[in-house]
């Protein structure tokens, strides 16, 4: 019995399925679902979990050398948000892109998980590093 670190299963599956370059989606309530994508679907309520939340936790177990997301997200959200998202994926090279060119990567992810976060365009690809 796992009793630290990613205790969910169908994200352990995800995970231990990543290599070198493959990319991995954390994405928030409103993302488009995608029949072709393994999705791992962990929204409770509104903001439960957030997207920062499964960050960290991913961060504890895997190795990411880029991130990926859509340029929109720094228009519509505050600095604190911002600032939020940059502490917490500090040392991955981050690139904005528009959100159009952002959602063309997601099938190619190995998978996505899905939070509860409402913070607009607040999904990411990690790619491993």
């Keep these: 019995m796992l009793l630290q670190g990613i205790l969910n299963p169908g994200i352990n599956a995800l995970l231990s399925r990543v290599r070198h370059t493959n990319t991995l989606v954390i994405a928030d309530r409103g993302f488009p679902f995608y029949p072709n994508l393994e999705t791992v679907d962990i929204s409770l309520v509104d903001d439960i979990p957030r997207v920062l939340q499964v960050l960290r936790s991913l961060r504890e177990s895997c190795k990411f050398g880029a991130a990926f997301m859509a340029e929109e997200f720094r228009s519509v959200?505050?600095?604190?948000?911002?600032?939020?998202?940059?502490?917490?994926?500090?040392?991955?090279?981050?690139?904005?892109?528009?959100?159009l060119e952002f959602k063309k990567r997601v099938p190619s992810a190995i998978g996505l998980i899905r939070t509860g976060d409402t913070i607009q365009y607040a999904n990411i690809i990690l790619e491993s590093a």
């Design 77 to 99: 959200n505050g600095g604190g948000i911002r600032s939020e998202f940059e502490d917490g994926l500090r040392g991955i090279p981050l690139t904005f892109e528009p959100h």
